[in-house]
């Protein structure tokens, strides 16, 4: 028997679009097994009231969707921002957070419905593949995985239309678009098609969630943040449920032309690739983040965290957020931030974020011992003569 005739039903993760929707349909043809459909909303704005039967026009027999954005940025990007997880120095993680949450569900999807299968729409050359595959193997490892893409004779998107066409299946998108585009409530991404010669710069109709800062106010805007414990839970003072904040961070940092990136990042799977971000209300968190622990952290605490942050986003890009060193590093970075509660004030001006305050009831700041004013000997500024002396110990026996 062919593994294809042994797959009975499928969990497809489906968004309606024309991969996805070419999917579904490919499955019920090659494998001629039943398909569930699921959906993770995760704050991508789009219309999901008719995806239901949009998918069993196509040929699933169910389709589910579940509300993912509480639980995404509670217990995914909050983590990543008290982790202050960066990869490659500039990459805030949107799409890489997301994709172990939407392979979790899709994994309880496909319990709840009898799936012996799950099936994705990433690509062969992409990140996501790992992701969602890694996510399954740690939390399903008995289940069947399907990769379309890598199985499949279609090679391009104009493929995929001709194939959507043969079966009357219904997509809106056109040869047109000249690129791919990924959002939730951390950021949207775009790549391929124009982005993929990295000298030519980003069309500015693409953009959705920020404008250009031509085009931001000529007045710059104030913005507090709240925290406890590194969890962001307050702006301007008014506390805040994680998707309320998400939301409002997004609208004002937005507005003002913040979070836009631009970059060339190496691949979990050998390949350069040019990707276009933007992340509004995540650049405003990290920011304020960073901010707030410079007065609530030790330093040793801080420079270990430091260490940890690199291997943390590296994690995350490739797709290990299921496995023992990720709960390692959690573990570990939370324990750092037992002190991280107060507010941090951000101004925001023109693509521009900078800091310009801090506060915290539970400061490691002294006032009282760094002044250049009298100190009331709090700090005999003598004892550094020894303190110099002992850290010069080692270098002054080198031969020059």
Request: glycine share 8%; proline share 4%; with cysteine.
């Amino acid at each position: 028997m062919s593994p294809r005739a042994s797959v009975q039903r499928v969990c497809l993760a489906y968004s309606g679009g024309l991969d996805t929707s070419v999917i579904l349909r490919w499955l019920l043809e090659e494998y001629g097994c039943e398909v569930v459909a699921y959906c993770a909303d995760v704050g991508q704005e789009e219309e999901l009231s008719g995806l239901p039967e949009k998918a069993k026009e196509t040929g699933a027999i169910d389709c589910r969707i579940r509300d993912l954005r509480g639980e995404f940025v509670r217990d995914f990007v909050f983590p990543a921002i008290q982790a202050n997880a960066v990869y490659e120095g500039t990459y805030l993680l949107g799409t890489a957070l997301a994709r172990p949450l939407i392979a979790k569900h899709q994994i309880e999807v496909a319990r709840e419905t009898g799936c012996d299968a799950v099936a994705h729409g990433a690509t062969g050359k992409g990140n996501d593949q790992v992701r969602f595959e890694l996510a399954y193997r740690a939390l399903a490892p008995e289940i069947t995985v399907i990769a379309p893409w890598r199985e499949w004779d279609l090679r391009s998107r104009r493929d995929c239309m001709s194939y959507a066409q043969k079966f009357d299946i219904p997509v809106s998108a056109t040869l047109k678009k000249p690129y791919s585009m990924d959002r939730n409530l951390l950021h949207c991404s775009f790549e391929g098609g124009l982005l993929e010669d990295p000298w030519r710069a980003p069309d500015e109709e693409m953009f959705l969630l920020t404008q250009s800062a031509e085009k931001a106010p000529e007045v710059a805007a104030e913005v507090v943040v709240g925290f406890e414990r590194g969890v962001p839970v307050s702006v301007d003072g008014e506390s805040l449920g994680p998707v309320e904040l998400m939301t409002r961070l997004n609208q004002l940092a937005g507005a003002h032309g913040v979070g836009r990136v631009d970059m060339v990042e190496n691949r979990f799977v050998g390949l350069k690739c040019r990707g276009v971000y933007e992340t509004p209300g995540g650049t405003v968190l990290h920011a304020a983040h960073r901010a707030l622990e410079s007065i609530t952290l030790d330093r040793e605490v801080m420079h270990e965290r430091d260490r940890l942050s690199l291997r943390f986003a590296e994690l995350v890009y490739n797709g290990f957020w299921y496995s023992p060193e990720m709960d390692f590093l959690r573990a570990a970075i939370d324990a750092s931030q037992g002190n991280v509660t107060g507010e941090a004030r951000v101004v925001l001006y023109k693509g521009g974020v900078q800091v310009s305050g801090r506060r915290s009831p539970v400061s490691l700041y002294s006032e009282e011992l760094v002044t250049f004013e009298e100190d009331e000997g709090a700090y005999n500024q003598a004892d550094a003569t020894g303190f110099i002396r002992l850290q010069g110990l080692r270098l002054s026996g080198r031969k020059k």
